[in-house]
């Protein structure tokens, strides 16, 4: 069983920056990746990051321009976001499964409530 916390969202014009947080608890090695849902659209994925943190994967729409990262020591996962558009505005979750990276949300078990990134054009 693992818990997940997220932060870091807010409101941003477009062209900024925000850093999400990830923090985590439990004992296993999970692979971390960030999701996002925009109002009326599915839950899609943006980066996964394994434990180790030597294996990322990124949706071609982020490529570039967002980064996840890790912090094993302080269980805590972090997705970079840079050069915001207003098409970024969505809520943004952490999710956690025991393994590879995976692109689908149905790989991952478990999930934290969510925080909301705005972006203002």
């Known amino acids: 069983q693992v818990q997940l916390v997220e932060s870091g969202g807010g409101l941003v014009q477009s062209g900024g920056s925000l850093r999400l947080s990830c923090a985590a608890s439990?004992?296993?090695?999970?692979?971390m990746g960030w999701f996002r849902q925009a109002p009326g659209n599915e839950r899609e994925f943006v980066a996964a990051?394994?434990?180790?943190?030597?294996?990322?994967t990124y949706a071609d729409s982020v490529k570039g321009r967002f980064t996840i990262s890790r912090d094993n020591a302080r269980a805590t996962v972090y997705l970079q976001m840079n050069s915001l558009e207003p098409e970024d505005t969505a809520v943004y979750y952490c999710?956690?499964?025991?393994?590879?990276?995976?692109?689908?949300?149905?790989?991952?078990?478990?999930w934290g409530q969510g925080t909301q990134v705005t972006v203002a054009s």
């Open positions: 990051i394994n434990w180790s943190g030597g294996s990322t």
């Open positions: 999710a956690a499964r025991l393994g590879v990276v995976a692109d689908t949300a149905p790989a991952y078990a478990y």
């Open positions: 439990g004992r296993y090695r999970y692979a």
